[in-house]
């Protein structure tokens, strides 16, 4: 039997879109307090167009108060959006999530995504969702990405890596001998970083810099 919301819940659901950002704070807050199956369409598609980010994470937040199922394949669809924000999006609510049945979305293409934002998402609920023994396949293509964008855009990509540990050092290996001297010196301030996780991206990067600038290499040719 279908059902209408009630007056408090389409209120809730109005608000998403009100002109002022604390107002739809509010209102995800509302939605991700009363979960209903129903809110899930307008959540996800707020999150593809919602311009603050704090009231994004708002409705990433109440996205994950809601069940997996219904969840789920509306997620899994957007991640496949032409707005880089929608795939950015789902991405970063597939990883609050981190249901491993998404894996099979976080293709080569999403990890490479031309928007570095779609990219940041897609290593990071990459590095969530993948399943036991395909860890050295995702460092080898996160591996790929190494010396792209700027620095916050390197600081994740290293941080991905880290987190996947022993397996990363063999996916640098290319990377070390890698023409190009920013791709370098990424992988060697990646490696620093899984030597020492307590060593700072900035300090690492910029050693890294100095040693490449001085005619060394990536962590297997220092």
């Known amino acids: 039997m279908t059902t209408t919301l009630g007056p408090d819940a389409s209120r809730a659901l109005r608000a998403l879109e009100d002109d002022s950002p604390s107002v739809r704070?509010?209102?995800?807050?509302?939605?991700?307090?009363a979960p209903d199956p129903r809110f899930v369409g307008t959540l996800v598609e707020r999150c593809a167009v919602e311009p603050e980010f704090f009231?994004?994470?708002m409705l990433t937040w109440a996205l994950t108060r809601h069940p997996v199922s219904s969840t789920l394949p509306v997620l899994l669809r957007e991640v496949g959006s032409e707005r880089a924000q929608a795939r950015s999006q789902a991405l970063h609510t597939l990883s609050k999530i981190g249901d491993r049945r998404a894996w099979p979305a976080?293709?080569?293409?999403?990890l490479s995504?031309?928007?570095d934002e779609v990219a940041r998402s897609a290593w990071r609920a990459a590095v969530v969702l993948v399943p036991e023994g395909e860890e050295a396949a995702l460092a080898s293509a996160l591996a790929t990405q190494l010396g792209r964008g700027d620095r916050d855009t390197q600081r994740s990509l290293s941080r991905a890596l880290v987190a996947l540990g022993e397996v990363v050092p063999s996916a640098l290996r290319a990377a070390a001998t890698a023409r190009d001297e920013g791709v370098r010196a990424h992988a060697l301030a990646t490696e620093r970083l899984l030597r020492d996780p307590d060593t700072g991206f900035e300090a690492a990067i910029e050693e890294a810099k100095r040693v490449v600038a001085?005619?060394?290499s990536g962590p297997e040719g220092r």
């Open 214 to 216: 001085l005619g060394g």
């Open 25 to 33: 704070l509010r209102a995800a807050l509302a939605v991700g307090t």
């Open 113 to 115: 995504d031309a928007d």
């Open 106 to 110: 976080i293709t080569g293409a999403l």
């Open 55 to 57: 009231v994004r994470d």
